[in-house]
């Protein structure tokens, strides 16, 4: 392992985290904003310990075995009861993380040159997934509450390929943090429905609520679980290092799935890891953690509003989301993002620049919440509202 | 959980092996010699209840991140000890078990329609991955030591499509139970090499040998690591259940592989898992473990030959294989294999029809030992002789 590797840094790390085992390490002295990943410190190392203790102690050899093709019962139970009626057992398929899930169903339910409609900015690297598999990707213009619906219309009404499906993420949108109100769900919803186009719902935050108000109904649940594939993970609530998520669609979809002979051949996607998350849903001490995992994440998103708001230049706005791990900024009178990432960079703080994400309305940059301690959080504000402070665009003397 | 799934029927499983837990169960009263399982009784529980416990102990909240694209590298840098020269770390991507690296190679590196030469009779599953990814199959004649190499030269250089990869399964072969010798394996290469066309060969089994006697080299080793791209799994030699797995190839093929960004998204396949296993691979718990393991399987193929030996018609035939899961055992004066299949069903023996792999040369059937324990392997043997003692084809009385 390399210098770079052994040295802590400035990040809550604790054992091992190293660029040889973690997909991402910021450099050393770096604020790192930018991945959407957990903070080390938020990840339940003696929970899942237990857990698959647990699970072990539990299912016995049951648990080592080739589990069921759409994934252990109890689990699907465990889920079908969360996401509640008509939602069945069957309406639901465990799956290695919504990564998998969008990679089985760009393989196995469409083809390669297949049109994909995304929004206007999106999840970066699912719609990668999505473009690797051989889809080509339309972007639809949004507002302030999502993909429009209009446009939505028209680009299914346009001349050509008729678009295959609808990739959406209305819940805690990344980058924006955007919660997609139920009218503006219902609107997309009755479009899709008039094409016959079916929408895939990457709900991967759907978890992660950090206000009381309530939530509006799921795309899957609004649609009675007809023409939308949901997809759920454990990745934000728990730890992306299970590969745990699922997918919920009608029961003839799922089947569709689960018949690939990847299934027949391996079993379920990671059997032993499903079940170890399947004895914290029925002790209800996945519901626990939850409550400590938003409470944490409240108090991160917090820090960062509060140092932005108060030392951030005005041009600079953003929206406090209402769930997920993301602050959107946007900013007028900027020439392009890259002075702001730039800008940031020599600050050392990791920020990422909204081109990323597809084509942003206005110059914008997302920061993630969720890596990062309140305290540093805090002080990586006020690194990036002073190297702020001098990226407005000059314009010419002329 | 239905009636059939609550009563524990004459396996030795132990606790929760219900149909909603694990993927196949046997009636009750079945002794099954269907599928290539490891009896629940040969699953290491109290091993990987350790094994995840020092995982989280050693990597911390690492284990629980997104892992590296190829898989984390103690694992791979163990693995490539294991492999010796050449083998890197980076010609080695980790994957979840050999299913999924079948669906992986199907999906990124080939395209639908791609021509797959297969041998004549092979893994049914595995092939399965191949036809549902939409990739179109040709069978190559066998002989008693695998594929032929004349027959191979003829279809790759036959008129139409150039086929884009041959899949081999050389290493106790599923279900033949054939060692594929050097010479063999070398000819093979050669013709594939000449036509520039890659071989996969899927060595899910070669962990388990049985016989004290020297190893081939696989055919990775053999080509240097150049054109071949190999699938190993713990699925047969810890448990399936965890789904991890690995492909070895050279480093532009795993490159071009983790390039893909469903691994940019999620990570490592099974990231937790694959730390486990990297724990008791760099403790030699893995290789006390197979020690243990083949000399029990071992003991299982021994009970079943020599029972059949003793027991069986003379028309009947099996050569005892060096290792792996399977006794494929061939009977010549039957008018089909069904009616072996269904004369084993009416005595409650499940075992599987030869025809379900390819087209074997005379009528066959494979009976797993991998899933009970000896005593029940000689019993069904006594009972497999008793059925197939009156099955042989009458001739018409003309």
Known sequence: ????????????????????????????????????????????????????????????????????????????????????????????????????ALHLIATILFRRHDVVLVEQVGYDLGRAILADSGLRLRAVEMDDSGMVPEALERALGAAGDTPAFVYLNPTFHNPTGLLVPSGRRRELLAVAAAYGVP????????????????????????????GVIRLGSFSKSLAPGLRLGWLAADPETVARIQAHHVFDSGGSPNHLASLAVTTLL???????????????????????????????????????PAGGFFLWVTADGERDERGLVTAARNADVRVLAGGRFGRPARPSVRLAY????????????????????STERRLPCS
Chains 1, 2 share one sequence.
């Open 1 to 100: 392992m390399g210098a770079a590797g052994k040295a802590a840094g400035p990040l809550s790390h604790r054992r091992r985290w190293y660029p040889d085992v973690v997909q991402q390490v910021a450099p050393p002295g770096t604020f790192d904003l930018g991945p959407g990943y957990l903070d080390p410190g938020l990840l339940p190392v003696d929970l899942l310990r237990g857990a698959y203790a647990d699970a072990l102690a539990e299912f016995g050899s049951a648990a080592l075995s080739y589990g069921p093709n759409s994934g252990a019962l109890p689990l699907r139970a465990l889920l079908a009861d969360r996401l509640g009626p008509p939602c069945t057992p069957d309406h639901i398929m465990v799956t290695s993380g919504t990564s998998h």
């Open 199 to 226: 929408v895939v719902e990457d709900d991967a935050y759907a978890e992660i609520g950090l206000t009381r108000s309530g939530m509006p109904d799921s795309m899957a649940a609004l649609s009675g679980y007809r």
């Open 282 to 320: 029925a002790t209800g001490a996945y519901d626990r953690h939850l409550t400590w995992l938003r409470s944490a994440l409240r108090d991160r998103r917090d820090a960062l509003a509060a140092a932005l708001s108060a030392n951030l230049p005005e041009r600079f706005v953003f929206d406090r």
């Open 370 to 389: 969720s890596f990062n301690s309140p305290p540093r959080l805090t002080a990586a504000a006020h690194r990036l509202a002073a190297a702020w402070k």
